[in-house]
């Protein structure tokens, strides 16, 4: 029935989210999904979520408890950043072959340019696939596009375009 539903989310404890430097989008999600923003002063250490855009210090890990989560875990980048994660699924191809063959073929630029040249190359012309490009280091979605030509890249556009100044822009 409706009243009992009205007195469990009035047991419910409410829910708090801590950001440090996050996009605006973030805390519209928290607080679409009923959060509300941690105040130090107020809460002192109880939240439930901190989300933060870079990493966190290992006494702060430390400091949290069980029941609090935050969005970066240490030694994860083996599988977060697409480079580390693309090097990880090769590696394990090459130990344990097919199973491991599910991802599509990826190339790191501007480290592997030249392969990506050959590989496109050695294509027939109306065989070209889409590519999507990607950016390094916490593009967080920017600046990712498609190409289905690779005339439509270089080896210096990444060595120049996707610096860090280029990414504030």
Known sequence: PLWEAAEES???PEKVYRVERAPPLVREVFEAKGYRE????????????FWKCGRFK???YAAANRAQRVNHYPKTTGITKKDTLLRNLR???GIHGQVFAFFPESYVL??????????CE???ADEQPVWIVKPTDSSQGRKIFLISDI???S???????????ALLD
């Open 151 to 153: 005339a439509e890249i």
């Open 38 to 49: 941690y105040d130090e002063e107020e809460d002192g250490d109880d939240w439930h979520m």
């Open 91 to 93: 590696r394990m191809r």
């Open 155 to 165: 080896y210096g556009h990444f060595s120049a375009s996707m610096s860090a100044e």
């Open 122 to 124: 050695a294509l027939p």
């Open 110 to 119: 501007p480290t592997e340019y030249m392969t990506l040249v050959r590989a």
């Open 10 to 12: 009035e047991r419910r």
């Open 58 to 60: 290992p006494s702060e």
